[in-house]
């Protein structure tokens, strides 16, 4: 058992005092082992490996969960100032090779390890400071400030696991065995990988918001399945039972592997598993996180979901049966037919997880479930089912894109766990899903049976799932209303001609939320980047730009919805969308290469950054000499996003003078920014076929001086 093993705290109790403790333990239990992670490299230049291309080097992950937990600390306005700007703009994005995460080695200067450890112990001090000083009341709901201390801890247990499988892909000259970190030594004889038979069953899906488990936002909500018989495999698909279909050329015949399988082929061009080293005398070894081993032919196999479709393909045509892999219903009935217990009466001395046993995955025969092996631990199972919501599904404010930008029908739902998983991952409701070609510490186990439900197999529509952000596609790309103009390309007509005494070469368009006017200010600039906090709003505009249409709905009255869709040819958009690039980033704390514009536009933005001065302060080191800065509002100042300390208008000043948001932006702009013209522009939102907001905001148009 690894010294810092734990488990999770509830939310309920009733003696503060105790909660306090446990929350500091588990916090710190945490930090000290996803460091203690980072100690099997050889030395601190493996830092800057980047074992995954599509992955950023390792000092990433290293800062990326301390910064998480500054960021959603500022989010939530738990804190009012940041440790390291600079740390917690570089280390924020760029996890699951999201469009939108910046791989640009050239726009990353990394820093020092020491300076990142010196970093990690301020964070480290702020989070047990909080800790120890914050009021509390139970049970611990979502929208308290310890839902954001538990979501940076729970965060940081998902990288122990994610920093893990990566280490196991760095060159093995890079990393040395620790003792807190043991390899399984037991390997042997494969068993016989018989089918059992399971009894269908009505199941239910998701959990309440007043459960006594923290939870991530796709666990919560109501959704019922009938779960058909089925037969499963006894055991997890073994390295041996895997090893006959690469024998018989299982990666060079196309014909087991989908569309997306021939990609991951040709791109990739693997021929087997991505931990097996091809060995000419023993055929195959296998790589742990810090060591390579004979080849534990008992142990489970460790593939992405299109190798383990393609090995279900390859197993029904040899046997002449249909297999499959588990849907995520099926894998709650085998947990319920087991008679597992969920946290915090979870047994883990019982399953191979949470680093009791090993560093590494066991013999597949090691940990039974009644007649069933492994229904949790080992390596996670793969399943059938695309990530989504269920009924009920919100996201949390403070992470608004830890799940939605997964409901897009590439992301399927891995159950289980496996040796490395910790924290929320061993909740029965725990809910994840990756890129169907991602490697995670992951397998998978057969099903013979009929085919999947409808609910199970229906390509998901993120917009559906997503109220708000179908209400900004409507905004953007529906019907105008009332003789209002569109109002993004109203903007960006107005942006277009005063910048016509610039080189227009270089837009930026900040707080883009669904990308409307930036790709209308492609019209006119040879590049626009569009930046909005949200990667929910940014999906749209890579939705569009990479899948030349987008789908959304539009409310009529209640549960009645239209579904509306706009392609870049009716938007005339065809000739301009390579030159539009989207990212996700934060206008208060943006990284330093997003300089050099000629036009900076940011609509309906500055009243809802947690601080606006943070962006004002110096934006005038991103706009070219003689470039303009454009800004919409229309001032409607809300403590929820703006303490009031931060506002820059919409108050009464000491002496009891009224201070407008205009006054506020010339006293922040005037040393560097001439005042050329404001407009009134009015908008219109739907809200449902009969109810809109009619808005008018004020443009302010500013040339740097």
């Known amino acids: 058992m690894h010294p810092l093993h734990t488990m999770p705290v509830t939310l309920t109790g009733s003696d503060v005092t105790q909660k306090r403790q446990e929350i500091r333990e588990?916090?710190?239990?945490?930090?000290?082992?996803?460091?203690?992670?980072?100690?099997?490299?050889?030395?601190?230049?493996?830092?800057?490996?980047?074992?995954?291309?599509?992955?950023?080097?390792?000092?990433?992950?290293?800062?990326?969960?301390?910064?998480?937990?500054?960021?959603?600390?500022?989010?939530?306005?738990?804190?009012?100032?940041?440790?390291?700007?600079?740390?917690?703009?570089?280390?924020?994005?760029?996890?699951?090779?999201?469009?939108?995460?910046?791989?640009?080695?050239?726009?990353?200067?990394?820093?020092?390890?020491?300076?990142?450890?010196?970093?990690?112990?301020?964070?480290?001090?702020?989070?047990?400071?909080?800790?120890?000083?914050?009021?509390?009341?139970?049970?611990?709901?979502?929208?308290?400030?310890?839902?954001?201390i538990l979501m940076g801890i729970e965060h940081e247990r998902i990288h122990i696991e994610t920093s893990s499988v990566l280490h196991r892909q760095l060159p093995i000259e890079k990393v040395k065995s620790v003792a807190d970190f043991p390899i399984c030594q037991t390997r042997g004889e494969t068993p016989v990988n018989v089918m059992i038979e399971i009894v269908g069953a009505a199941i239910g899906l998701g959990k309440e918001r007043t459960h006594h488990l923290y939870g991530w936002d796709n666990e919560y909500g109501v959704q019922e399945e009938k779960v058909s018989p089925f037969k499963v495999a006894k055991y997890l698909c073994s390295n041996e039972e895997y090893l006959?279909?690469?024998?018989?050329?299982?990666?060079?015949?196309?014909?087991?592997?989908?569309?997306?399988?021939?990609?991951?082929?040709?791109?990739?061009?693997?021929?087997?598993?991505?931990?097996?080293?091809?060995?000419?005398?023993?055929?195959?070894?296998?790589?742990?996180?810090?060591?390579?081993?004979?080849?534990?032919?008992?142990?489970?196999?460790?593939?992405?979901?299109?190798?383990?479709?393609?090995?279900?393909?390859?197993?029904?045509?040899?046997?002449?049966?249909?297999?499959?892999?588990?849907?995520?219903?099926?894998?709650?009935?085998?947990?319920?037919?087991?008679?597992?217990?969920?946290?915090?009466?979870?047994?883990?001395?019982?399953?191979?997880?949470?680093?009791?046993?090993?560093?590494?995955?066991?013999?597949?025969?090691?940990?039974?479930?009644?007649?069933?092996?492994?229904?949790?631990?080992?390596?996670?199972?793969?399943?059938?089912?695309?990530?989504?919501?269920?009924?009920?599904?919100?996201?949390?404010y403070a992470y608004d894109d830890f799940s939605l930008p997964t409901f897009d029908a590439k992301h399927n739902i891995m159950k289980g766990g496996s040796w490395a998983s910790s924290g929320n991952e061993l909740m029965k409701h725990s809910r994840y899903a990756f890129r169907r070609h991602f490697y995670q510490h992951a397998g998978f186990r057969v099903v013979e049976g009929d085919t999947l439900s409808t609910q199970t197999e229906k390509e998901t529509n993120i917009y559906e799932s997503d109220a708000l952000v179908s209400q900004y596609c409507h905004f953007q790309y529906g019907e105008n209303h009332f003789g209002v103009d569109n109002f993004a390309t109203k903007c960006a007509e107005y942006a277009i001609e005063y910048a016509k005494d610039t080189p227009m070469k270089h837009a930026l368009d900040l707080g883009c939320a669904t990308g409307r006017a930036s790709f209308e200010l492609a019209h006119g600039f040879d590049k626009v980047t569009g930046i909005d906090y949200s990667a929910r709003f940014v999906q749209v505009g890579l939705d569009l730009k990479t899948n030349g249409e987008i789908g959304f709905q539009k409310i009529i009255e209640g549960e009645i919805v239209a579904h509306e869709k706009v392609t870049l040819e009716e938007l005339g958009f065809v000739e301009i969308a390579d030159n539009v690039d989207f990212w996700q980033?934060?206008?208060?704390?943006?990284?330093?290469?997003?300089?050099?514009?000629?036009l900076i536009m940011a609509t309906n933005l500055i009243d809802r950054l947690y601080e606006p001065l943070l962006f004002l302060d110096n934006v005038d080191q991103r706009i070219n000499k003689g470039g303009y800065l454009i800004l919409t509002s229309p001032y409607t100042w809300l403590e929820e996003y703006t303490k009031k300390e931060f506002w820059l208008g919409g108050y009464r000043d000491d002496e009891g003078n009224e201070v407008s948001t205009l006054d506020g932006l010339k006293k922040a702009l005037e040393s560097k920014f001439e005042l050329v013209a404001t407009h009134d522009v009015p908008f219109v939102i739907p809200e449902t076929a009969r109810k809109f907001q009619h808005t008018i905001s004020q443009m302010s148009v500013w040339k740097k001086r």
């Not at 980033?585 to 000629?598: E, I, L, Q």
């Open 26 to 148: 588990y916090f710190h239990k945490t930090y000290d082992l996803y460091e203690d992670l980072f100690t099997t490299f050889v030395d601190d230049n493996v830092f800057y490996e980047q074992p995954e291309a599509t992955r950023h080097p390792m000092i990433f992950y290293f800062g990326h969960t301390a910064t998480f937990f500054v960021n959603k600390f500022m989010v939530a306005k738990i804190i009012d100032d940041r440790i390291n700007p600079e740390f917690e703009s570089t280390f924020a994005v760029g996890v699951d090779e999201m469009n939108w995460d910046d791989m640009e080695k050239a726009h990353y200067r990394w820093p020092e390890v020491n300076a990142v450890r010196s970093y990690r112990d301020e964070v480290r001090r702020l989070v047990d400071e909080l800790i120890t000083t914050l009021p509390m009341t139970l049970p611990i709901t979502d929208d308290s400030p310890w839902w954001i």
């Open 585 to 598: 980033g934060d206008a208060c704390n943006m990284k330093a290469h997003f300089a050099g514009y000629d």
């Open 244 to 396: 006959d279909f690469v024998n018989d050329g299982g990666y060079e015949k196309l014909q087991y592997w989908d569309e997306e399988g021939h990609t991951f082929l040709a791109e990739t061009k693997v021929t087997h598993p991505t931990f097996w080293i091809a060995n000419d005398e023993s055929g195959f070894e296998y790589r742990t996180m810090t060591e390579v081993i004979a080849m534990p032919m008992n142990w489970p196999v460790d593939v992405n979901y299109l190798e383990a479709k393609a090995y279900c393909r390859w197993k029904s045509e040899k046997e002449g049966k249909q297999y499959r892999l588990l849907s995520e219903p099926e894998w709650y009935l085998l947990y319920e037919r087991a008679g597992i217990k969920d946290v915090p009466e979870f047994d883990d001395s019982r399953v191979n997880i949470n680093f009791v046993h090993y560093a590494s995955s066991c013999p597949v025969d090691t940990f039974a479930f009644d007649d069933l092996y492994d229904i949790m631990g080992n390596v996670w199972q793969w399943t059938e089912t695309h990530m989504a919501g269920f009924k009920g599904f919100k996201p949390h």
